[in-house]
């Protein structure tokens, strides 16, 4: 509006000059520079200067223009680009192309370019239509090249590509930067290692473009996500400038290569540090199972200064589910509140939270942020029918399904999977096969693998491995390990090795490597003392190789700090004041009728060392240590690696009657709450 005021003063001025020669001339000195307007502005100036044209320009002189025919021509094809980039359908588009064939500029390839880019982009098919359009150029540039080689590139045509680059080059044009990241892109999404590595010769080839910034970033990302992340390094280490993509690329595909080594290596000598670097450390840390160096990392970003997302939070959310940490818990909440991504503001973060402070122990804070969410959807509602599961509540895990249903939110396969978990964990036969089967037939969700492996996980424990095994046999998908692993673990409940021979043989096939399959299946064989096959499977094991992780158990001082138990382990500094604990409490359950049970140790040794192995199991270390150092009115948080035994089950049911101290373990199926000599799941597990 300025400018257009600005012209109407100008050109009234003038008319008003425009009475003598003199004066008409002295008006045309105000236009001697063009000034700042689009095409309509100095069509105005044009209209107003029309009276006085006739004064100045004589017939037969040649004709005074305020701008020159070139500024003209700019100006219209500036204006042609910028209604190409509102376009938002092909009609539209057709009538910008129309207008540039009307005004003569169907062979300005700056035009051309972008309206070929603008049809491919909303996904317009390169042949016939912006291939007509690049045919009927005489002269055509690298760009106009480039934009149908990227054209093609977007719908997969990688052979068409390839061809329109060679032609290009046969007519003697040099590539732009564009060219070859279009083709190294395309390379990338399908993985076509020898003709990315084609094009990184002719980069080199080339010469100007083996040190393009954006070209090179482009050929790091391709090598990474082809596998090969020793060329990609090699690339960056030759890059003479760098950026943070350059940076960030190589150090999020070492992270999620599982080379976190290298990822830090990387990170540590970052001149310059973006949310996007320190998340992608937070969340690859998280990731590869390294739950306390990502909540480091994220501490460090805190104290950098450096703001924080929902992205941010959601690696730092899954590293203290891991962990396990109330305390970090609450300051991550805290976090979270502060940068503006609480639970009220953000439901893929109050999501997160839920999910976090339920693999915490803390079900009822996960309630507490579920209650507080302003807007719920199906991951919501979802995280939190499968925190009331782990934690055995399943009718809170029911009842809120049901309400979930009154709402706009339509469960998906996984707000399934936490109902079934929840009928699994507690027992409910019948109302999980009511729910198996309304999946299909009453919400249209068809069951994955995954919910199969819950039906039989129900009817295992439930001793109906017969059943279990006629589901499986009958499963229109093809059961994966988790499926045979699911019966398998029936077995060990129910002590039936002739079912678990069946199940194992399924899973030696589909898991060779799968250490626990084995533990498991010589733990059956143990329990029914068959300790000649318990020999076979531990001979089986040796020849793979293979070796039992270590049975792990860690819980969180006063500080926040985490201490770790291993079993067997007695080189903690604490270790005699834990065992002297240890030992009482066996005398004084002894009173009550408590007796190590001896057949969870899967190896034919005397009583006696059976039961100094028990004593040393991981969760009674982390126990005897906690009743040390603990507050005598505080609840006793322990997270295991691995599967609680009977006995140590048996064990802290005793203690936490005698103690009066509520234990809650996290092993790794769910969790149980010791309360007054009960556990929350019943002997169910």
């Not at 382990?569 to 066996?586: A, F, G, Q």
């Not at 140790?601 to 126990?623: N, Q, T, W």
Request: aromatic letters at 8%; glycine letters at 8%; a neutral charge.
């Amino acid at each position: 509006m300025i400018i257009i005021s600005s012209l109407i003063v100008k050109s009234t001025r003038a008319k008003l000059l425009a009475k003598d020669k003199k004066a008409a001339r002295e008006a045309f000195g105000a236009y001697n520079e063009p000034p700042t307007g689009d095409a309509k502005s100095w069509l105005c100036l044009k209209t107003a200067l029309n009276g006085v044209r006739a004064l100045v320009c004589p017939s037969g002189s040649q004709p005074f223009t305020p701008f020159s025919q070139l500024h003209e021509q700019k100006l219209l094809e500036s204006h042609l680009v910028s209604l190409l980039d509102v376009c938002n359908g092909l009609l539209q588009i057709r009538q910008v192309h129309a207008h540039v064939i009307r005004r003569g500029v169907d062979q300005c390839c700056y035009v051309l370019t972008k309206l070929i880019r603008t049809l491919t982009k909303i996904n317009v098919p390169v042949d016939p239509y912006p291939r007509l359009v690049f045919e009927r150029v005489k002269d055509r540039n690298p760009f106009l090249w480039t934009a149908m080689i990227r054209g093609y590139c977007m719908e997969g045509s990688l052979e068409e590509a390839f061809w329109m680059y060679g032609l290009m080059r046969r007519e003697g044009l040099s590539p732009v930067s564009f060219t070859f990241t279009a083709l190294l892109k395309a390379c990338s999404d399908v993985l076509e290692l020898q003709l990315g590595c084609q094009i990184h010769c002719q980069c080199v080839k080339v010469g100007r473009l083996s040190s393009d910034l954006y070209t090179m970033n482009t050929l790091i990302d391709m090598y990474v996500k082809c596998g090969l992340l020793d060329c990609g390094r090699k690339v960056f280490d030759e890059m003479p400038v760098r950026d943070a993509i350059s940076w960030t690329s190589l150090i999020f595909a070492y992270a999620k290569s599982g080379d976190m080594g290298s990822a830090m290596e990387l990170f540590d000598g970052l001149p310059f540090k973006d949310m996007v670097a320190w998340t992608t450390m937070v969340t690859g840390l998280a990731q590869n199972g390294k739950p306390n160096e990502s909540i480091e990392i994220f501490c460090r970003m805190q104290n950098a200064g450096v703001e924080t997302d929902d992205v941010t939070l959601s690696g730092v959310i899954s590293a203290c589910a891991q962990l396990g940490s109330t305390k970090h818990a609450d300051w991550i909440r805290s976090v979270a509140e502060r940068s503006g991504y609480g639970p009220a503001n953000n439901v893929v973060v109050g999501s997160a939270l839920i999910d976090m402070y339920s693999k915490c122990g803390s079900v009822e804070n996960a309630h507490d942020v579920f209650e507080k969410m302003k807007m719920k959807n199906v991951f919501s509602y979802s995280s939190m029918i499968l925190g009331f599961a782990m934690h055995g509540h399943a009718s809170r895990a029911l009842d809120l399904f049901e309400s979930m249903l009154r709402t706009n939110s339509r469960p998906n396969d996984v707000t399934f999977l936490g109902v079934l978990l929840a009928c699994s964990y507690s027992g409910l036969v019948e109302q999980a096969k009511h729910f198996f089967h309304a999946m299909e037939n009453k919400f249209g969700i068809n069951p994955a693998v995954n919910h199969y492996a819950c039906m039989v996980d129900v009817l295992g424990r439930a001793g109906k491995l017969e059943e279990a095994l006629d589901l499986i046999r009958n499963m229109p998908i093809k059961p994966n390990g988790g499926v045979w692993g699911a019966l398998l673990g029936g077995c060990r409940i129910h002590s039936n090795p002739e079912v678990a021979e069946i199940a194992a043989n399924h899973l030696l096939e589909l898991e060779p490597d799968g250490i626990g399959n084995f533990v498991l299946l010589a733990n059956i064989y143990a329990s029914a003392g068959r300790w000649e096959d318990v020999l076979k499977v531990r001979k089986m094991m040796k020849s793979r190789l293979l070796r039992k992780s270590p049975s792990r158990s860690w819980v969180e001082g006063k500080d926040g700090e985490i201490r770790e138990f291993y079993a067997g382990d007695s080189t903690d500094p604490m270790s005699c004041e834990i065992m002297r604990v240890l030992e009482d409490l066996v005398v004084q359950l002894g009173f009550g009728g408590y007796e190590p049970n001896l057949s969870c140790v899967p190896y034919d040794l005397g009583d006696k060392e059976k039961k100094r192995i028990l004593m040393s199991h991981s969760e009674k270390l982390a126990l005897g240590y906690s009743l040390l150092t603990s507050s005598s009115v505080s609840d006793i948080k322990i997270m295991k690696n691995l599967r609680i035994c009977e006995d140590c089950h048996s064990f802290m049911s005793g203690v936490s009657g005698l103690s009066g101290r509520v234990i809650i373990i996290r092993d790794n199926k769910r969790f149980h709450h010791f309360r007054n000599g009960f556990c929350s799941c019943g002997n169910f597990w």
